[in-house]
């Protein structure tokens, strides 16, 4: 059984940093690419950054590019998503997920992170 489970989300102010963590079980981490996405109130989800399975590339969406960065750790089962330079508009549940890279994501999603960039 596909497992992931997001954390790391909170509220921080414009300009702030926040890292998040996914730690997956219930399937092999190591041969899948990951993607982290996110969704804002009264909006659809949106792809944010998703990453192959060595890490050795990875894409962002055009508003994200230059201020997160999606790294793994393969030993751990772990997918992360530093987020530096928060702006409002970053402020969503963000929800890590199998695949994403070459193709649509696996329909398998955990509870996700609240991100919420206010002062």
């Known amino acids: 059984q596909v497992q992931l489970v997001e954390s790391g989300g909170g509220l921080v102010q414009p300009g702030g940093s926040l890292r998040l963590s996914c730690v997956a079980s219930?399937?092999?981490?190591?041969?899948?690419?990951m993607s982290w996405y996110r969704q804002a109130p009264g909006k659809e989800r949106e792809l944010v950054a998703s990453?192959?399975?060595?890490?050795?590339?990875?894409r962002y969406a055009n508003s994200v590019k230059g201020r997160f960065t999606i790294s793994r750790d393969n030993a751990k089962n772990t997918l992360f998503l530093q987020m530096n330079s928060l702006k409002p508009e970053d402020t969503a549940v963000y929800y890590c997920?199998?695949?994403?890279?070459?193709?649509?994501?696996?329909?398998?999603w955990g509870q996700g992170t609240q991100v919420t960039v206010s002062s």
């Open positions: 990453i192959t399975e060595l890490g050795d590339n990875s």
């Open positions: 219930g399937f092999t981490f190591r041969f899948n690419s």
């Open positions: 997920a199998r695949g994403g890279y070459y193709s649509q994501p696996y329909d398998s």
